[in-house]
Nanobody, 118 residues
């Protein structure tokens, strides 16, 4: 599977953005899809995940502000980000776990920049 992330941009603190991650190629066996982010000088950190059955999990600092959703028919995962803060500034990456031909594969998208100004 290949992943294409989009939707990043520049927004004022308190604003909202919606990120999208669309899969292409062999989608069979794709189960968990996640969003991570990485700010300059820091390690990549987990933000949210969603299973094929729509079970979700979130990083504590984004609970109540971010919402992950998934459209299996459109092979797309979304990250709705509200009440954005300057500390949310980072490159956001989507990630997919895929079980194919008897083994698990992990795939990363190219990242989309989110900048929140105060």
């Amino acid at each position: 599977v290949q992943l294409q992330a989009s939707g990043g941009g520049l927004v004022l603190a308190g604003g909202s953005l919606r990120l999208s991650c669309t899969t292409s190629g062999t989608n069979a066996g794709v189960n968990l899809m996640s969003w991570y982010r990485q700010a300059p000088g820091t390690q990549r950190e987990f933000i949210a995940s969603i299973t094929k059955n729509h079970r979700t999990n979130y990083r504590d600092s984004v609970k109540g502000r971010f919402a992950i959703s998934r459209d299996n028919a459109q092979n797309t995962v979304y990250l709705e980000m509200n009440s954005l803060k300057p500390e949310d500034t980072a490159v956001y990456y989507c990630n997919a776990d895929q079980f194919l031909s008897g083994r698990w594969y992990e795939t990363w998208g190219q990242g989309t920049q989110v900048t929140v100004s105060s």
